[in-house]
Nanobody, 121 residues
């Protein structure tokens, strides 16, 4: 059964950290990624990881602050978010590229339900 289940969202103060996790199962994954959508804005790519070689990609807005990684088994992907800013607020979606992956953020066709991240004092 196709599944992408996110966890780890919440409320954090500016400058704080959160770690999101995504458990993926049920389909071939050429890449796993994270996207986010802020209120009133379009969904945007945040980060991705190519499963063949663990190559990682980041949006310019999060470079140096966010780190994507996966566990040894490869079924869970994490997004470590440091130095969070109010503009990082949004619903974060885990996504899987099940047919192909076009770096840095193309080919994602499976989506999780999303987890809310709020950065506010």
């Amino acid at each position: 059964q196709l599944q992408l289940v996110e966890s780890g969202g919440g409320l954090v103060q500016p400058g704080g950290s959160l770690r999101l996790s995504c458990a993926a199962s049920g389909f071939t994954r050429y890449a796993i990624g994270w996207f986010r959508q802020a209120p009133g804005k379009e969904r945007e790519a945040v980060s991705s990881l190519r499963t063949s070689d663990d190559e990682t990609y980041y949006a310019d807005s999060v470079k140096g602050r966010f780190t994507i990684s996966r566990d040894n088994v490869g079924n869970t992907v994490h997004l470590q978010m440091n130095s969070l800013k109010p503009e990082d607020t949004g619903v974060y979606y885990c996504a899987g590229a099940g047919s192909y992956f076009a770096s840095p953020f193309g080919g994602f066709d499976h989506w999780g339900q999303g987890t809310q991240v709020t950065v506010s004092s």
